[in-house]
């Protein structure tokens, strides 16, 4: 059975740091790169940072750039978001989302889904 399970979300002020864990089970975790969405109410879902299968390469959204860190612990089979100096614009249902292939290009789908954990910055 495959799972995604997101977990280290909540509440904070802004300013303050959350680091999120996505755990996967039942899947080949390492052969593929691996992302987090974000989305908040009323507003599409927006990629704010992928991860290569190797961790060797990174992208980020430019509003969450020098802020937020993704890296991943292949043996964990656990991807994880340090989000630094949140803003109250970073209050989204983050989504730990793992793709098609090994890398970032947009050729590769968005092919496995967490089911969103919540994070919620206050002002």
């Known amino acids: 059975k495959v799972q995604v399970v997101e977990s280290g979300g909540g509440l904070v002020q802004a300013g303050e740091s959350l680091k999120l864990s996505c755990t996967v089970s039942?899947?080949?975790?390492?052969?593929?790169?691996a992302a987090w969405f974000r989305q908040a109410p009323g507003k599409e879902r927006e990629e704010v940072a992928c991860i290569s299968w190797s961790g060797g390469a990174t992208n980020y959204k430019d509003s969450v750039k020098g802020r937020f860190t993704i890296s991943r612990d292949n043996p964990k089979n656990t991807l994880y978001l340090q989000m630094n100096s949140l803003k109250p614009e970073d209050t989204a249902t983050y989504y730990c989302?793992?793709?098609?292939?090994?890398?970032?290009?947009?050729?590769?789908?968005?092919?496995?889904w967490g089911q969103g954990i919540q994070v919620t910055v206050s002002s």
């Open positions: 039942g899947f080949t975790f390492d052969n593929y790169a």
């Open positions: 989302v793992h793709k098609s292939g090994p890398t970032c290009l947009s050729s590769f789908s968005d092919y496995l």
